[in-house]
């Protein structure tokens, strides 16, 4: 009720703030009746969202195809205009001052690209093979810029907190609930297709698991939050993407409490980040245009902070991004607890660290257990690598349990196991690669958790090399 409220109140006002033009103003492939914006500097890409299947691949297209093959794709003027784009100043292709569109606001620019023209480029795109295909990644140039901007602004951030506190925490997923010993078994009798990296042999790896809350403050568990689950797998043979810890025998893999993600792209993290320093994470999602409100990112935040978990022990995580599985495929991942089973919701005598409380309760009382879950793409148009945002239907392609993790019985509330806590570090691009990260997130994680890490257990004088066993 309440999203189709929205919805209608988001058609009032986009009927307000545009104007039509009229067909004489209208290159002639546009004069359709169908709305367009014939003229440069528009507002948005014409409902085509940046990172998408579709969105990939117009870029793709008028980025890579001949010259002759878009003006066969876009007639008239606005192929042209897009032909004189791409030449650059010089007005010559082939020379130093190409112009390659890297969003599609750029091309979106461009003189009489409209609606129109978006979908003549996604078609002939797709017809001539200009679309990415299962486990394909999409790299926009230059996106190096944007990782290193939320790397730079991450470590500014756990440095000026570091100062006051005379430690340095993370800058997400700040406060651990603890952390547990655990074990993955590898699932019996898997299908050939499932035997991949980590869940190629039969067998049951050592592994510690960091429960905690996503903020990048240490605040109350009371506070709306998204909630993390990262597991660090020991004694995995083989070598290891990032270079520093090729050698390393462990194996990391990163969860939420959310099966999407709230940002579509490292850009969208960077203004999410500088809202919420700024005590206004709100205006990141809806702002004074309503043409640029984000409901499905906002709609995602509030599907993983709303949760109210009564004991993390006892909730489904997500990878919420993808990860190549093996060669030529991608999955997504999930834990979930081995009867089915999440427990929401509050009694409301909570205090300020209840869940670090109830996992304490639990595993005084019994082991945690959960299933390890992928799913593989299927479909790359409606299950997309670069677009985080979108979940992964179930019914086009159901989880498959690998594995299951145990958390046995124990105390790990003990000032030494919350020390080694604080100083390990998890990072998804700590892994063979068979499980390499894909998408445009994933790829600024590379960047960003390295740098963070490597800072706090600089500042902290931690231990930088990776555990080998359950000794403190
Ligand atoms: C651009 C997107 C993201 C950025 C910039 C980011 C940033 C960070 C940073 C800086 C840390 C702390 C690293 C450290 O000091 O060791 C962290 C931790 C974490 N992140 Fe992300 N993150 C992003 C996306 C995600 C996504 C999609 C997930 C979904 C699984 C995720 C899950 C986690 C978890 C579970 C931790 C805690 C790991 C631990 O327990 O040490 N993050 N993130």
Redesign the pocket.
């Known amino acids: 009720m309440k999203k189709l409220f929205l919805v209608s109140v988001l058609g009032v006002l986009c009927a307000c703030t545009e104007s039509e033009p009229t067909s004489e103003q209208l290159p002639p492939d546009e004069q359709q009746g169908d709305f367009v914006e014939a003229q440069g500097g528009k507002a948005d890409a014409n409902g085509v969202e940046e990172a998408s299947y579709e969105g990939i691949c117009v870029l793709n297209y008028v980025n890579r195809a001949d010259e002759s093959a878009i003006l066969d794709a876009v007639h008239d003027w606005p192929g042209e205009a897009i032909i004189k784009a791409r030449r650059g100043a010089d007005g010559a292709f082939g020379t130093a001052d190409d112009v390659t569109f890297e969003t599609l606001e750029q091309l979106d620019d461009v003189d009489w690209v409209g609606r129109i023209t978006f979908g003549q480029l996604k078609r002939s795109a797709q017809e001539s093979g200009f679309c990415v295909g299962i486990a394909e990644e999409y790299l926009i140039p230059g996106e190096e810029d944007a990782?290193f901007t939320?790397?730079d602004r991450?470590v500014e951030e756990?440095e000026k907190k570091a100062a006051e506190n005379g430690i340095a925490?993370?800058?997400?997923?700040?406060k651990?609930h603890g952390?547990v010993q655990a074990s993955l078994k590898v699932e019996e009798g898997l299908a050939p297709e499932y035997r991949v990296g980590v869940f190629a042999q039969e067998r049951t790896y050592p592994a510690w698991v960091?429960?905690?809350n996503?903020a990048f403050a240490i605040q109350s568990d009371l506070v709306k939050d998204?909630r993390?689950?990262?597991v660090k797998v020991m004694d995995v043979p083989g070598k290891k993407v990032l270079e520093h810890k090729q050698d390393a025998r462990t194996q990391?893999f990163?969860?939420?409490n959310?099966p999407t993600?709230f940002?579509r792209t490292?850009e969208d993290?960077i203004e999410f980040?500088s809202k919420t320093f700024d005590g206004n994470p709100v205006s990141f999602f809806l702002s004074l245009d309503p043409r640029e409100w984000k409901i499905r990112e906002l709609t995602n935040l509030l599907g993983a902070v709303t949760q109210e978990p009564m004991n993390p022990l006892r909730s489904r995580?997500?990878?919420?991004?993808p990860y190549a599985w093996g060669e030529g495929a991608a999955v997504k991942y999930s834990v979930i607890p081995c009867d089915g089973e999440t427990l929401d919701g509050r009694l409301g005598d909570e205090g300020e660290s209840y869940l670090r409380d109830a996992m304490q309760v639990h595993l005084s009382q019994t082991d945690a257990c959960f299933e390890f879950l992928v799913q593989r793409q299927v479909d790359p148009e409606h299950m997309p690598v670069e677009d985080?945002t979108l979940e992964w239907s179930e019914e086009l392609s159901p989880f498959v349990k690998v594995a299951t993790l145990t958390v046995p019985m124990q105390d790990f509330a003990t000032p030494e196991q919350d020390a080694l806590?604080e100083n390990?570090?998890?990072?998804?691009w700590h892994t063979l690669s068979e499980h390499k990260p894909l998408g445009n997130?994933?790829r600024?994680?590379r960047v960003?958790?390295d740098?963070?890490?490597t800072?706090?257990?600089t500042f902290n004088e931690a231990k930088m090399d990776e555990p080998d066993g359950f000794e403190l």
């Open positions: 990782f939320i790397a991450a756990v925490h993370r800058d997400a997923h700040a651990a952390c960091r429960l905690s996503g998204v993390g689950f990262a990391d990163l969860f939420i959310s993600m940002v490292p993290y980040a995580y997500w990878s919420t991004t985080a806590c390990l570090a998890f990072n998804p997130i994933n600024a994680r960003v958790y740098m963070v890490s800072y706090r257990r």
